[in-house]
């Protein structure tokens, strides 16, 4: 069992890295702007507006909607 704050955490460096090995692990949705991206995308929210989620159909049931970057 992991704390959701660490797996939160573990993301959250994948974004800071861009880390393209964890594409398809998660996306992200940016709360700011309501779109979400791939970790490797190059735009550069703040965590405190980043919320994380398993599937592309998780953001976009949250109402987001895909970056026009990253093309998650
Ligand atoms: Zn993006």
New binding site residues.
Partial sequence: MHAPDTDDEARWQAVETRDRNADGAFYYGVKTSG????PS???RPKRINVCFYATREAAEAAGFRA??????
Wanted: proline share 15%.
């Fill in positions: 779109i979400f991206c791939k995308c190059p735009s970056c026009k970057r990253c093309k998650p």
